[in-house]
């Protein structure tokens, strides 16, 4: 089984940077690609970005981009998601989720259904 801790969330004032990791544990043996949603108050979930298990690879929501960007570092079995200039709007429980992939397969998706595991979240907060 394969677990999804994500950390890093908190408050920030709008026009601030936030980094938040989504750390996996367990059975990390195998491909994964990770993807990071978001689910704010009364909304449906969100696709915000994901990347592939070789982390060259990657999708992202075309109303992110240039703000968000993801990374990851396999040797920490570690995806993080870098966001700057936050807008009141981006407030939401951002968590990560891990689908698993075939070896020759380094694609992600950004829908929600085709994921395994999924992390708890962090919140995080802008204040305008």
């Known amino acids: 089984q394969l677990q999804l801790v994500e950390s890093g969330g908190g408050l920030v004032q709008t026009g601030g940077s936030l980094r938040v990791s989504c750390a996996a544990s367990g059975f990390t043996e195998g491909y994964y690609a990770i993807g990071w949603f978001r689910q704010a108050p009364g909304r449906e979930r969100e696709g915000i970005s994901c990347?592939?298990?070789?982390?060259?690879?990657?999708n992202n929501v075309d109303s992110m981009k240039g703000r968000f960007a993801i990374s990851r570092d396999n040797a920490k079995n570690t995806v993080y998601l870098q966001m700057n200039s936050l807008k009141p709007e981006d407030t939401a429980v951002y968590s990560c989720a891990a689908e698993r992939k075939r070896a020759g397969d380094t694609s992600c998706t950004l829908d929600p259904d085709w994921y395994d595991y999924w992390g708890q979240g962090t919140q995080v907060a802008v204040s305008s």
């Open positions: 990347v592939g298990w070789s982390g060259g690879r990657s």
